[in-house]
């Protein structure tokens, strides 16, 4: 698993792209849903409202966090994603 981010945003914000415990992605991008969670060996099948609301917490304070720092680095995980 890549290093995670110091700022506690941003390790939240990388969590639901694999820099969690399984290094597993829990966004589908192309539907917008979210798993709830992981099991021990696999993220969870699920994807409640809650999980999405949850998703979209952390990218609302992910974004505010770049508009009042000016910095606009996101973790390595991230990065692989807009490739």
Request: aromatic residues 8%.
């Amino acid at each position: 698993m890549p290093p995670l981010p110091s700022r506690p945003v941003l390790r939240a914000f990388a969590w639901f792209f694999g820099g969690n415990d399984l290094s597993s992605p829990l966004i589908d991008l192309e539907t917008g849903s979210c798993c709830d969670g992981l099991h021990p060996d696999r993220a969870n099948e699920n994807r409640g409202g809650e999980s999405a609301v949850s998703y979209l917490l952390s990218l609302a304070e992910f974004r505010q966090l770049e508009r009042t720092t000016g910095n606009r680095t996101e973790p390595a995980s991230l990065r692989a994603l807009r490739a």
